[in-house]
């Protein structure tokens, strides 16, 4: 099945740097890679979403990257903000079957002012 | 619109007690998710409902963990006899039925068993 590792497990970013997140996946057939923050105590919310068919989207502050090649894809935040702090997921499913999300163990985001 | 519902959202109780949580989705999404989240890890796929019908079970430990869908709505998730390692939050989710089946959660049930 799909193995999907996260690194780093922790980040501390000063408010207004940029933080990076990155992923990999093992299953060539994944075609569908998105992003989950969970703020504490609270449900998992999609923030950002990239199929195979591209290389990178952008919404606002927030990008995501996919290296087919390679089997990662990385998360960018720019211009981060307290708000941001969370545990970052990444995830990965196919299109094949029933499209099973596998995810990664998190990333904690620290923003400090 | 209505987000996916879930009850309760904390439950306490003794290991080898039974305890059932309950999962409302979003309306149309004939799709249903359960998964458990163990503190510091990400979500874990337990079952997965298409309708009413199981579509991917293989990590259900089906020894004490059970799951329906009546009528392809709502969902129970049963744990029968609870051990100490299935303290947790208990994560549903559905999507519509088409690709890339994008996943909306609930707010979650956090079971402790002591």
């Known amino acids: 099945g799909e193995n999907v590792e996260q690194h780093p497990s922790t980040l501390s970013v000063q408010e207004g740097d940029s933080a990076v997140i990155k992923c990999t996946y093992s299953?060539?057939?994944?075609?569908?890679f998105p992003w989950y923050k969970q703020e504490l105590g609270k449900r998992p919310q999609l923030i950002i979403d990239?199929?195979?068919?591209?290389g990178e989207k952008k919404d606002q502050r927030i990008a995501v990257t996919l290296n087919k090649t390679a089997k990662h894809f990385s998360l960018h935040i720019t211009e981060t903000q307290p708000e941001d702090s969370a545990v970052y997921f990444c995830?990965?499913?196919?299109?094949?079957?029933?499209?099973?999300?596998?995810f990664g163990k998190g990333t904690m985001l620290l923003v400090s002012p | 619109e209505a987000g996916v519902a879930q009850s309760p959202r904390y439950k306490i109780i003794e290991k080898r007690q039974s305890v059932a949580f309950w999962c409302n989705p979003i309306?149309?999404?004939?799709?249903l998710y359960w998964y458990q989240q163990i503190l510091g890890q990400g979500p874990k796929l337990l079952i997965q409902?298409?309708?009413?019908?199981?579509?991917?079970d293989s990590q259900l430990p089906k020894d004490r963990f059970s799951a329906e869908r009546l009528k392809g709505v709502d969902s129970t998730l049963k744990i029968q006899p609870a051990k100490l390692e299935d303290s947790a939050v208990y994560l549903c989710?559905?999507?519509?039925?088409?690709?890339?089946?994008?996943?909306?959660f609930g707010p979650g049930t956090r079971l402790t068993v002591t």
């Open positions: 989710a559905s999507s519509l039925p088409v690709f890339p089946y994008e996943q909306y």
């Open positions: 299953d060539s057939a994944s075609n569908y």
């Open positions: 990239i199929r195979s068919n591209v």
């Open positions: 995830a990965a499913s196919s299109s094949s079957g029933y499209s099973t999300l596998t």
């Open positions: 309306s149309g999404h004939a799709t």
């Open positions: 409902f298409q309708n009413n019908g199981v579509v991917d």
